[in-house]
């Protein structure tokens, strides 16, 4: 398959815009009709949280599918991918910051310290600010190699953000294993390759 | 002769007895269930309004009470729609969706082993025992949110003064029902079940302790606890074991069901406690439900606010360690 043209790449992009946006007009929707359900807030948290891990996961599936198919344009569309992860991450903390806690800093404070789901969440989020904040062709232009570098911090990101998910479960962990499981072949994939890669190189 | 004959065979030997008895409430809800599924997927019938209609069932003749008379109820759809019952599914609207076929009659419940005389009671008759009361109590689950609902139920220490125990009884178990046909959830391993719940006598004893079969003035929607559950005002909302089948006394603790899911995390005590969180959250402040996103959590009180009713359980025990 020949890879899209700059037009066609275009309404590619403009198609997953647009695709990525469907989960905050439903929030928005459900909202303006009072149909949140119960725990509005609780809805809200779960649901731009479970978004921002998707987009995350979505954004780290554009190098294994290069590898096993040999596609190698999709990787055009990860940046996009990538910063609707932080879009919703930033919805995500803002919930937790202003609905669930009103502001509260010295509770927030201490739930953050005293309760690990919410401390490797929270870490997720401060290490994904600087993945958002380099990520214009300038500061790659910028940062070169060690534009590279800092940018492999996604992979910690991406372990953070599924334990605390897992660890916020009650019981039930059938959800955060399905995530679990998707983030562990992603790597996986990269692992194998670059093993082979290696051993290709001693030969 | 060959033509009065009668089968040998009996419609319950070859479908599973429930499903045979539930058969025309099946048929009735299946049917209404794909109607109602095609309405609501048009805008044209509420969610759920189908299942309501044909469940709810006025109570009659109960007393009110002083009980939370000054609280402002949890509307009755949050109540019902927003509950933790695994034996339908983990999350919280699973109960409601899940357990509308499940039919809470005929239903009885054994009173078994340090009692006078063992026996078991038909739900009719139990609720001969002593007149039915409302109760409008706060609800805080060990998840962090909290509900104000108006139970309708009877006294358990009435019960237990009905059932005679024997000296040697200082705890009563809980243990109920488990069927995996009726209950889907209960297909999974997610928990040990049976689930088994417990309370100290004096716990149980107390007027607070009651047994609940309605709530807002019907009789308890399945997805509630129907026909017969357990609930504690002051203790997390855990305690409060539904569909009740078996009510045993004990001279030991029993196992409950959360303490062995997961023994660090839940005790046997289960009391309300704002100073002592869950080990993964904090128990120090709780969302109501019922309120819009704009609405602050409020602080947890210690026992729920029944501190007054029952502090005195546990004077000169170290809640810190019977959490």
Not at chain 1, 179 to 198: D, E, M, N, P, Q
Not at chain 2, 116 to 123: E, G, I, Q, S
Request: with cysteine; proline share 6%.
């Amino acid at each position: 398959m020949l890879p899209p043209n700059r037009q066609q790449l275009g309404l590619i992009k403009a198609g997953l815009f647009l695709l990525a946006l469907i989960p905050l007009a439903r929030l928005l929707w459900l909202g303006m009709h009072d149909d949140l359900g119960a725990n509005p807030i609780e809805f809200i948290e779960r649901s731009t949280g479970t978004w921002a891990l998707v987009m995350l996961l979505v954004t780290l599936s554009f190098t294994p599918l290069r590898l096993l198919t040999g596609t190698a344009w999709p990787v055009q569309l990860r940046r996009m991918a990538g910063l609707f992860m932080f879009f919703y991450a930033c919805l995500h903390i803002t919930t937790y910051v202003w609905l669930d806690h009103w502001f509260d800093w010295p509770e927030i404070g201490k739930d953050i310290i005293k309760h690990p789901y919410v401390l490797v969440g929270f870490v997720a989020f401060v290490l994904s600010v600087p993945l958002a904040l380099t990520s214009s062709n300038a500061m790659i232009k910028r940062l070169r190699q060690r534009w590279k570098t800092l940018h492999r911090l996604v992979y910690l990101v991406a372990i953070f953000a599924v334990l605390h998910f897992w660890w916020l479960v009650k019981k039930d962990i059938t959800e955060p294993m399905l995530y679990a499981l998707v983030l562990a072949a992603l790597l996986a994939i990269r692992l194998v390759f670059s093993l082979r890669k290696r051993k290709g190189q001693m030969v | 002769m060959l033509i009065g004959k009668k089968s040998d065979i009996t419609p319950s030997e070859i479908t599973p007895q429930s499903v045979y008895q539930d058969r025309r409430q099946f048929i009735k809800a299946a049917g209404f269930g794909l109607l109602a599924t095609a309405a609501a997927g048009y805008g044209l019938l509420p969610q759920h309004a189908w299942a309501a209609a044909e469940q709810r069932k006025k109570i009659t003749g109960y007393a009110k009470t002083a009980y939370g008379a000054d609280e402002k109820l949890t509307p009755y759809d949050d109540v019902t729609t927003y509950n933790n019952y695994y034996e339908f599914g983990t999350s919280k609207s699973d109960p409601e969706e899940h357990s509308k076929l499940f039919k809470p009659t005929p239903w009885s419940v054994a009173i078994e082993g340090e009692v006078k005389n063992p026996r078991t009671v038909n739900l009719e008759d139990l609720l001969k025992i002593a007149p039915l009361e409302e109760r409008i109590y706060r609800m805080r689950c060990v998840e962090g949110w909290s509900m104000v609902i108006p139970w309708i139920g009877l006294p358990l220490a009435q019960l237990i003064k009905w059932a005679e125990p024997t000296a040697n009884a200082k705890f009563v178990e809980f243990v109920t029902l488990e069927d995996s046909l009726r209950m889907p959830g209960a297909r999974m391993p997610i928990l040990d079940w049976p689930y088994t719940e417990g309370l100290r006598m004096d716990e149980a004893m107390n007027p607070l302790t009651i047994l609940a079969v309605g709530l807002y003035g019907e009789v308890l929607p399945n997805q509630n606890g129907a026909p017969i559950r357990l609930v504690v005002p002051w203790k997390y909302g855990f305690k409060g074991a539904k569909a009740i089948v078996k009510i045993r006394f004990r001279e030991t603790m029993p196992q409950t069901t959360w303490v062995k899911a997961g023994p660090r995390e839940y005790g046997f005590y289960a009391n309300v406690n704002p100073t002592v969180d869950h080990p993964r959250w904090t128990q120090a402040s709780e969302r109501r439900i019922g309120g819009s996103v704009f609405s602050p959590r409020i602080k947890t009180q210690m026992f729920n606010g029944y501190a007054e009713q029952v502090a005195h359980l546990y004077s000169g025990m170290d809640l810190r360690k019977n959490f």
